[in-house]
């Protein structure tokens, strides 16, 4: 008889273990076994939660956009003024959990993931869409044209947090500065 209440903590677990397994491996190539192992169950418990590989990743990266969405909205409720809540998106975009290196791992196979699977492919839409809109709102409130500005923003912060992200060296402050100094020099072009 399954123990009641042990199915969100074993979830949890596996969801844990993704996150880990693709950043020791730095790549999509991990089993099902390698995950189950590192969760502490059997191969036949991962399945029955999440029914293959791809589902895991999936619930892995569902996790991570979570968390990440708690840390943008964090951040929204500090700031003052359109301009400060732009930077603080920003700033979200490059804080200290998001270039935790088990999680970038996580992000760069979720790239490669969203080629291929349908399911990874609408939650990465989702991810983009709820960005630029984010960005537009305050945009609005500071520009007549928000839209071609969101648009490079939002390239900006993926190229520039892949750039860092791919850099053992790279600085996430940095990182974060020059997305800001962009936004300032696009602010000034529209004036």
Known sequence: MPKLGMEPKRRAALVSAVIDEIGETRS?????????????????????????????????????????SAHVR??????????????AIIRANFAAHVFDPRKTSAWLSFYALAQSNPHAAHLMQL???RLRSNLLFDLRQLTARPVPIAESLAALIDGVYLRAALNETGNRETAAAQVSDALDMFLRAQR
């Open 127 to 129: 991810y983009q869409k």
């Open 28 to 68: 999509l190539d991990v089993t099902v076994a390698q995950i189950a192992r590192r969760a502490g169950m059997s191969s036949g418990l991962a399945h029955h939660y999440f029914g293959s590989k791809e589902q895991m990743l999936i619930a892995a990266m569902r996790f991570i956009l979570a968390e990440f």
């Open 74 to 87: 964090t951040e929204l409720a500090s700031a003052q003024d359109p301009r400060a809540r732009l930077d």
